[in-house]
């Protein structure tokens, strides 16, 4: 594991006790004595003074890389070049230009690098696709992804820096459009932002429209409480309902015939699973196919990927499309694309 993330528990570190054949074998971080800390922490038992040094140990088979979107592509390209697979935490790059780059690394080495989405791992993502494609809706007609998340981790979180390639669009917006995407190709229509600083958006909305079938789209991604960030003090002793912080995840799907309902699809063994209500209020729950969390589902497929030349099912083609798609609304919206190191 590349940098000691906040992230890491949720992401890699409790998915590997479920997964067998994977070992969360090292972490290196900017701060030597943070990545000892954590270490002890979490129970990793080799720890690195550098990247550098992490990548070049013949002890460590494959990476996960969860530092900030501006380092995403310099450090996937050098982990790849070290011989290693690289699991990439989402957004798969600063920009599209960078997804390209790394895709032309992962096809000269031959080496898997996947883009931690998590949500498309989970059965409910592929159930919630089979329905539309189904016709369980009739003819789709518009597409609404809504992700809302609380911001609880003060000013200086990294997704708050330009300089880090943040944004609300790079962290909430970038699951939305992914979820949008499953039901086709897009294209930016026109974006509207609300910035807490210069360039960085708080909030993102857009218009978008299906290329292939004309159907619509559109997204709501926000970070909400970040105007009351000077009151938060330690993140883990916030009360969200206290301080009015808001979340929601959810994809509608609008058809012909009614509507889907994926409620918390980033989370949907915390979420009430598919609904599909028809135009006389007649409804058919579906419950989450597995009550799994969709980070073991994702980190069973990067081991199939890798151990057992599984499928890659979120590949750098589909990376490249999600960031040229996020690039479009950025410039939609009046803001200039992220930019990495």
């Not at 080496?111 to 329905?131: D, G, K, N, S």
């Not at 229509?189 to 210069?198: I, T």
Request: net charge negative.
């Amino acid at each position: 594991m590349l940098g000691a993330a906040w992230i890491g528990p949720m992401g890699l570190i409790e998915p590997a006790k479920e997964v067998d054949g994977v070992e969360v074998a090292a972490v290196a971080a900017r701060d030597p004595q943070r990545a000892r800390a954590y270490a002890d922490e979490h129970g990793i038992p080799l720890v690195f003074d550098s990247y550098d040094d992490l990548l070049a140990s013949e002890e460590i088979d494959a990476v996960y890389n969860p530092l900030p979107n501006s380092h995403h592509a310099r450090w996937a390209i050098v982990a790849l070049d070290a011989g290693k697979p690289v699991l990439l935490e989402k957004p798969f790059t600063a920009n599209a230009d960078e997804a390209r780059q790394v895709a032309e690394v992962a096809e000269r080495t031959g080496l898997v690098v996947m883009e931690a989405y998590h949500w498309p791992f989970h059965p409910q993502a592929q159930r919630a696709i089979e329905l539309v494609a189904d016709g369980a809706v009739g003819e789709m007609s518009h597409v609404k992804a809504t992700m809302v998340f609380p911001s609880m981790h003060g000013a200086d979180d990294i997704r708050y820096r330009y300089d880090l390639a943040g944004g609300a669009l790079m962290d909430t917006g970038s699951y939305a459009l992914s979820n949008l995407r499953a039901f086709g190709e897009l294209e930016a229509v026109r974006a509207e932002c609300e910035e807490m600083a210069p360039d960085i958006d708080r909030k993102m909305t857009a218009e978008l429209r299906y290329r292939h079938s004309g159907a619509t789209a559109s997204m709501v991604s926000e970070f909400t409480g970040t105007d009351r960030k000077a009151e938060l003090g330690d993140p883990e002793d916030i009360d969200p309902e206290a301080f009015g912080f808001e979340f929601r995840a959810e994809v509608v799907v609008t058809g012909s015939k009614g509507r889907l309902l994926i409620d918390n699809p980033l989370a949907p063994m915390w979420g009430s699973g598919l609904t599909v209500t028809d135009h006389d209020g007649n409804t058919v729950h579906h419950e989450p196919a597995e009550q799994v969390a969709t980070y073991t589902c994702q980190l069973r497929a990067f081991r199939a990927c890798v151990e057992d030349d599984g499928p890659n099912l979120y590949p750098p083609s589909e990376s490249i499309k999600t960031m040229e798609l996020i690039d479009a609304v950025y410039r939609a919206a009046g803001l200039p694309i992220r930019v990495g190191v």
